[in-house]
């Protein structure tokens, strides 16, 4: 007996179902398992986890922070890079920040709660704090001495043009001081929570300053990666945090750069990226040849 034409499309359709479930969903899996398993390729497909007397710290693919409970750097260890993903290197929540270049101006809001940073003052907040860790002038283009963006709100008689009417800086409020006092003979004022200069009609004006064109702080120092979970950091930046940490440890800085030198990692296939340093795995290393003060 013939089966109607709607069943036996429907059974064929099971079947089908049945047979890539197999496929696809058993038997490919624990193939590519089988095959994470074969020497060589075991240690990358367990996650590159890292171990220190029997316990798992780590993983080489995964950055992570050298902070103290309170969130501050630890002194003795080489620091990681910013990181946005979620409160810092959660592979939960692996993202960047999503801001660009235009974001300059920040939101400060009557509520502290409501208020955030743009990009450019987390940069120059960081840097600035980077260089007083590390004894380095931590200044940059564009950034104000106390750590925020040098950015001005410009009112102008006639909208985008005509004599200047009022200048705000827009990313500073009280008690701090105006980076500059006046701006073509305006005087320059602090914002006031709550303010959207921009909207009122000012124009924005980041003023660069006197800052070097080449900080000493390196841009992996002040900016996340795309994921948010990048271990390593560039040897420019471990090189800016040697002599602080052969200081807090006693030791002789040559010996803290022959680290770093060793756990320096070159350009993938020799081409591909740039040199990196693996901050886990140089700490760990400081921590079996010095010990901790």
Same mark, same amino acid.
């Given at each position: 007996?013939?089966?109607?034409?709607?069943?036996?499309?429907? /059974? +064929?359709?099971?079947?089908?179902?049945?047979?890539?479930?197999? /496929? @696809?969903?058993?038997?490919?899996?624990?193939? =590519?398992?089988?095959?994470?398993?074969?020497?060589?390729?075991?240690?990358?497909?367990?996650?590159?986890?890292?171990?220190?007397?029997?316990?798992?710290?780590?993983?080489?693919?995964?950055?992570?922070?050298?902070?103290?409970?309170?969130?501050?750097?630890?002194?003795?260890?080489?620091?990681?890079?910013?990181?946005?993903?979620?409160?810092?290197?959660?592979?939960? #929540?692996?993202?960047?920040?999503?801001?660009?270049?235009?974001?300059?101006?920040?939101?400060?809001?009557?509520?502290?709660?409501?208020?955030?940073?743009?990009? @450019?003052?987390? &940069?120059?907040?960081?840097?600035?704090?980077?260089?007083? /860790?590390?004894?380095?002038?931590?200044?940059?283009?564009?950034?104000?001495?106390?750590?925020?963006?040098?950015? =001005?709100?410009?009112?102008?008689?006639?909208?985008?043009?005509?004599?200047?009417?009022?200048?705000?800086?827009?990313?500073?409020?009280?008690?701090?001081?105006?980076?500059?006092?006046?701006?073509?003979?305006?005087?320059?004022?602090?914002?006031?929570?709550?303010?959207?200069?921009? +909207?009122?009609?000012?124009? &924005?004006?980041?003023?660069?300053?006197?800052?070097? #064109?080449?900080? #000493?702080?390196?841009?992996?120092? &002040?900016?996340?990666?795309?994921?948010?979970?990048?271990?390593?950091?560039?040897?420019?930046?471990?090189?800016?945090?040697?002599?602080?940490?052969?200081?807090?440890?006693?030791?002789?800085?040559?010996?803290?750069?022959?680290?770093?030198?060793?756990?320096?990692?070159?350009?993938?296939?020799?081409?591909?990226?740039?040199?990196?340093?693996?901050?886990?795995? =140089?700490?760990?290393? =400081?921590?079996?040849?010095?010990?901790?003060?």
């Amino acid at each position: 007996m013939r089966l109607p034409t709607w069943i036996a499309q429907h /059974l +064929a359709a099971l079947r089908a179902l049945l047979v890539f479930t197999v /496929l @696809l969903g058993l038997v490919y899996p624990l193939a =590519l398992v089988a095959l994470g398993q074969l020497p060589g390729l075991d240690h990358k497909a367990d996650g590159s986890l890292i171990t220190s007397g029997g316990t798992t710290v780590g993983s080489a693919l995964i950055g992570q922070s050298f902070t103290d409970a309170d969130g501050n750097p630890v002194g003795r260890y080489f620091q990681s890079r910013p990181s946005a993903a979620g409160d810092g290197y959660d592979p939960r #929540a692996t993202s960047a920040s999503n801001l660009g270049p235009e974001s300059v101006v920040d939101t400060i809001a009557t509520d502290p709660e409501e208020s955030s940073a743009s990009l @450019l003052t987390q &940069v120059c907040a960081r840097s600035k704090e980077v260089g007083e /860790l590390n004894g380095v002038d931590g200044s940059r283009p564009f950034c104000t001495a106390d750590g925020v963006g040098a950015v =001005l709100a410009v009112f102008r008689a006639d909208g985008l043009t005509g004599p200047v009417t009022r200048v705000v800086s827009v990313n500073q409020v009280a008690p701090a001081t105006p980076f500059l006092s006046s701006y073509q003979g305006v005087t320059v004022e602090l914002a006031q929570p709550g303010q959207d200069y921009v +909207a009122a009609g000012g124009v &924005v004006t980041p003023i660069r300053g006197d800052a070097p #064109a080449d900080p #000493a702080v390196p841009a992996d120092a &002040v900016t996340a990666s795309a994921s948010g979970l990048d271990p390593q950091i560039s040897p420019a930046y471990a090189e800016l945090q040697v002599n602080r940490v052969a200081r807090e440890r006693g030791a002789d800085p040559a010996e803290v750069r022959k680290l770093v030198e060793e756990h320096t990692g070159g350009r993938a296939l020799g081409f591909l990226g740039e040199p990196g340093v693996n901050v886990l795995e =140089l700490n760990l290393a =400081l921590d079996k040849q010095f010990a901790p003060r």
